[in-house]
């Protein structure tokens, strides 16, 4: 899935899927449900993504001290929602998660992420009461916590309300601290988001920053079809060898059958002889 190998994860993830059913782990259930519902967003379809969202909440209902992972897949639910647009039912999937006021002790993590996905939400919306307060205490929780991934995105988030707020020397500055922490972390998607913003706010320097987009959109490009050809060449060789595995042990069942026939035979030859060398000495 991390290669963008979508048909490829979603065979192994059913494949698991009828295993885990069978044996009634609903926790590994939930996981693969929704992970499922992380793909149908890389390629986005977003109804799909919803609707595997919801059997992870199914299964997840028949796990015990579920609390945190409750709290993760309403928060992709309500990110879901965010990328189709449906600005006002992603602001109530986070302002359900963040009615708990228990959140912020129990999971300081997902207490952050949700405060950060609401405040770019309403950014989105035009409604920019207390934007800047929200994704300024996300991103100081998620730099205490050492959270580089959050880290970045609080400040893409952050470069985007500068921007609407028309500071493009702020929005500048926070874009290229994203775009710094991105490649030093190898964290490819944020990397080229961090490029196509700055190429959009630092108007002088626009044209390197596309080019460097495009030419690491290409490398990635390159090495995820690599990686894919290795996974349809290792999945070919398993195929194969499996195929040669199962002929050998034909081949073996063959011949210890041959064995054993031919041990019969000679255990029968030595019978009747036995019973002639009886017969002549009578």
Do not use: P
């Not at 390197?208 to 349809?232: A, M, P």
């Not at 210890?256 to 019969?264: D, E, N």
Request: proline letters at 0%; a positive charge.
């Amino acid at each position: 899935g991390r290669f963008k190998d979508y048909s490829g994860s979603e065979v192994l993830i059913f494949m698991a899927i009828k295993k885990f059913k069978r044996i009634e782990d609903y926790e590994s259930l939930f996981s693969c449900y929704n992970h499922l519902g992380q793909l149908q967003i890389d390629i986005y379809e977003y109804d799909k993504a919803l609707f595997y969202y919801e059997k992870a909440i199914e299964n997840l209902k028949k796990v015990k001290n579920n609390r945190h992972l409750q709290d993760a897949v309403l928060n992709n639910i309500g990110n879901t929602y965010l990328k189709k647009g449906d600005y006002t039912k992603a602001l109530q999937n986070y302002n359900q998660l963040l009615k708990d006021e228990n959140l912020k002790f129990d999971n300081i993590d997902n207490y952050a992420r949700t405060l950060d996905n609401k405040a770019f939400c309403k950014l989105l919306m035009k409604d920019t009461l207390g934007v800047g307060a929200s994704l300024n205490e996300a991103l100081r929780i998620r730099d205490s916590m050492g959270n580089k991934s959050g880290v970045i995105i609080s400040n893409i988030h952050l470069a985007r309300y500068y921007t609407y707020a028309q500071d493009s020397v702020k929005a500048i500055a926070i874009a290229k601290e994203a775009n710094r922490l991105a490649n030093a972390i190898k964290n490819n998607r944020d990397y080229l988001e961090t490029l196509s913003i700055l190429a959009t706010i630092d108007i002088q320097n626009s044209a390197t920053y596309l080019k460097r987009h495009i030419e690491y959109s290409d490398s990635l490009q390159i090495i995820e079809r690599k990686i894919q050809n290795k996974f349809t060449r290792i999945a070919f060789e398993t195929d194969e060898y499996i195929q040669e595995t199962e002929r050998l042990s034909e081949q073996k069942k063959l011949i210890s059958y041959t064995s054993m026939a031919i041990g019969l035979v000679f255990v029968l030859l030595l019978f009747i002889w036995h019973q002639k060398v009886k017969n002549r000495v009578l």
